[in-house]
């Protein structure tokens, strides 16, 4: 069992930064695939980047490449978003999951565990 935490979510205007975090604790959860994915308001939750154990590869969403970059830290049971140059539509709630796979995995129904999720809202 794995348990997640994500955090660092807050208001920022269009053109900012913030950085999300998610905690992970529980048995092995340094050897999962690990990702953030997000959900506005009246809309599927969508994928946003992921991230294999090792750290060696990674994905993104196209609407969110060159602008985010997706990190961990195994020693520390941390993975991390860094979101910049943030724009209205990226506002949702954002949420990290980890996945009992190797490889990269960008599809809800291919992860296993969630965070609770962390309010992201940017204004214009």
């Known amino acids: 069992q794995v348990q997640l935490v994500d955090s660092g979510g807050g208001l920022v205007q269009a053109g900012g930064s913030l950085r999300l975090s998610c905690a992970a604790s529980g048995r092995g959860s340094s050897q999962y695939t690990m990702g953030w994915f997000r959900q506005a308001p009246g809309k599927e939750r969508e994928f946003v980047a992921a991230?294999?154990?090792?750290?060696?590869?990674?994905r993104y969403a196209d609407s969110v490449k060159g602008r985010f970059t997706i990190s961990r830290d195994n020693a520390k049971n941390m993975m991390y978003l860094q979101m910049n140059s943030l724009k209205p539509e990226d506002t949702g709630i954002y949420y990290c999951a980890a996945a009992r796979t190797l490889r990269i995995a960008s599809t809800p129904g291919e992860y296993d565990y969630w965070g609770q999720g962390t309010q992201v809202t940017v204004s214009s």
């Open positions: 991230i294999t154990w090792s750290g060696s590869g990674t």
